[in-house]
């Protein structure tokens, strides 16, 4: 067969588009790895899911007008963003703690999201039951994280990692 080499792929990649939705799938996929997987540490969770803030502004670019000119021909949008005011993926989240209870995942940082106040306006009954379950040392450590993800990979904010991870059961 005939080889093509193609030295300059580009892919457009729309998942950061929609920041809410991404953010909904991100927590409901934590959410999953922390059932699916218990044995993973919940600090390993949180920096798999939070890369995208790993990622440093200068590579953050536009894209050039000339990639979506052919879509633009062909009648196809790509530059509209159809925003729900729903995403099934809290909902979701919010089945697991029915299921496993909030405190279940403490340790898992979904918590920037009031799920009580979510499930307050879904009309669910008993919203104080998703009220955040975090103690203090479990906010300070969620802040450290948040705060480190672009320094993560460097050793001595490894280290603090797996300290956390010894004491703290992280």
């Known amino acids: 067969a005939q080889v093509i080499i193609l030295n300059e792929i580009k892919v457009m990649h729309f998942q950061y588009t929609h920041w ?4 909904s799938k991100h927590r409901w996929y934590q959410c999953l790895e922390k059932i699916r997987f218990q044995e993973k540490s ?3 969770i949180f920096r798999m899911y939070r890369h995208m803030y790993a990622i440093p502004k200068s590579q953050i670019i536009p894209i050039p007008e000339f ?3 052919d879509y633009q021909r062909q009648g196809i949008d790509l530059t509209t963003v159809n925003f729900e005011d729903k995403l099934w993926w809290d909902d979701q989240v919010i089945k697991y703690m029915d299921q496993f209870g ?3 995942f403490r340790k898992v940082d979904i918590w920037e999201e009031n799920w009580k106040e979510k499930a307050k306006t879904l009309g669910i009954a008993n919203p104080d039951r998703y009220k955040d379950p975090r103690n203090l040392w479990d906010r300070i450590i969620h ?3 948040r705060n480190t993800q672009k320094y993560y990979r460097k050793r001595g904010f490894r280290n603090v990692d797996r300290l956390i991870c010894s004491v ?3």
């Open 20 to 23: 809410e939705r991404m953010q």
């Open 42 to 44: 919940s600090l390993s």
């Open 67 to 69: 990639w979506m000119a």
């Open 102 to 104: 909030a405190d279940f």
């Open 143 to 145: 802040i450290w994280l």
């Open 168 to 170: 703290f059961h992280y």
